[in-house]
């Protein structure tokens, strides 16, 4: 045990790190998966909320007066005067 009373983590190989395989494309969970973004992801979808609608035309730029980076410019310019203000 190291002096700083850790024990070390062995890795034996960096693959450990890596998430798991996409299921097949013929498998049940894929089906499944697929068939809930086709449902979500229809202009005309009732499946979402209307949070997330705005959120997805937001990051779209679709139908807002506001784009994607503008409101990352904005809470960007917010943190910075929330940080100077201290």
């Known amino acids: 045990m190291p002096a700083s009373g850790h024990t070390a983590v062995n890795r034996s190989h960096r693959s450990q790190f890596l998430p798991p395989p996409p299921p097949t494309l013929i498998s049940a969970r894929y089906a499944t998966d697929f068939n809930e973004v086709k449902l979500r992801g229809q202009d005309t979808s009732g499946a979402r909320t209307a949070e997330e609608t705005l959120m997805a035309q937001v990051h779209a730029s679709v139908n807002t007066q506001i ?3 503008h409101v990352w410019n904005r809470v ?3 943190m910075r ?3 100077v203000s201290r």
């Open 67 to 69: 784009g994607f980076f």
């Open 76 to 78: 960007a310019a917010d």
């Open 81 to 83: 005067s929330v940080r």
